[in-house]
């Protein structure tokens, strides 16, 4: 049987619920276990190291059809993260959790997009990817209140006990998804490093990949770890920032999902790059606000 969108929000939503629970205050806690700013870059590139190997993996179980292994180990994946953070610290505890972490992003992400491509098409993608923001910014904001909250009050093994609950529910429908197959009549072969270093297109995608790549690396974590300083260091208080920030990011993909097919796609990526140039001149003034209500403001903004 093909994919259906009620496959893609399953996945989507179940994954969110995962990633607030415990992934999104990876950098935190890392700070917290008295981790440099040195360390957590150092991890955030050995996250890389971990994707890109896991990908050479993923991309032949997708080449094989194997989208009910390829959800188990997403699941799989997720739990051996939470798990390794209950360790106690040693020399490779950052290079393991970090190497988890890649493999965690790449059967997540990858999944995620290799299903959003097969359900979507020029009339519907701005509709299908809106209401999949909406359920993002539910479950995973959801996922954010409990998991700040389980740290702030019960600990680790709280989130650790509540994640295989979440995994063990989740795969009861995702163990049938080995029936699935894409919708396309021709699955491209997996890729070869030829391929990729040979890549090139029209729109010059490999140097905006590039050079997103810069502002990706220091947005994923270090800006987390912002919010958590303004929170006052506080899991809780960080969690009901962010939800409440993205309370308005839900509102407006209300308002544009359904116009957005409409709108020259050269005009949009424009206006987002001038917005995005906007948004980090706006963090590097952040340092210098005092005023409280001034603060909050500009990190709506942002």
């Not at 390829?70 to 209950?86: F, G, M, P």
């Not at 709280?158 to 795969?171: E, N």
């Not at 040979?198 to 729109?203: I, L, M, N, V």
Request: hydrophobic fraction near 55%.
């Amino acid at each position: 049987m093909p994919f259906s969108s009620r496959h893609f929000y399953q996945f989507s939503g179940i994954h969110s619920l995962l990633i607030g629970l415990l992934p999104f205050f990876l950098p935190v806690l890392l700070w917290n276990r008295d981790a440099s700013l040195g360390e957590i870059a150092a991890f955030i590139a050995t996250t890389g190291i971990g994707f890109i190997v896991t990908l050479w993996c993923w991309d032949r179980l997708r080449f094989q059809q194997r989208w009910g292994l390829i959800v188990s180990l997403s699941l799989l994946s997720e739990l051996l993260l939470v798990t390794a953070l209950a360790w106690d610290e040693n020399v490779l505890f950052l290079t393991v959790l970090a190497l988890l972490n890649g493999a965690y992003n790449c059967f997540y992400w990858s999944t995620q997009r290799a299903i959003f491509s097969d359900i979507t098409s020029d009339e519907n993608t701005g509709n299908t990817f809106g209401n999949f923001q909406i359920l993002v910014v539910i479950l995973l904001k959801l996922g954010i209140l409990i998991g700040g909250y389980l740290l702030e009050s019960q600990g680790m093994l709280s989130v650790l006990l509540l994640s295989i609950s979440i995994c063990s529910v989740a795969w009861l429908p995702f163990g049938k998804w080995r029936l699935i197959k894409l919708q396309n009549t021709t699955v491209a072969p997996p890729l070869s490093l030829k391929h990729i270093i040979a890549f090139k297109d029209q729109k010059q995608s490999r140097l905006i990949f590039l050079i997103d790549g810069l502002f990706l690396f220091l947005e994923s974590y270090f800006w987390v770890l912002s919010l958590y300083f303004l929170a006052q260091q506080s899991f809780l208080r960080l969690g009901v920032i962010v939800v409440l920030l993205t309370l308005l990011l839900s509102v407006l993909f209300y308002f544009i999902k359904v116009r957005i097919d409409r709108i020259n796609p050269q005009r949009i990526y424009a206006l987002a790059v001038v917005l995005y140039a906007s948004s980090w001149l706006l963090r590097g003034q952040l340092s210098e606000i005092t005023n409280t209500p001034l603060l909050y403001v500009t990190i709506i903004t942002i």
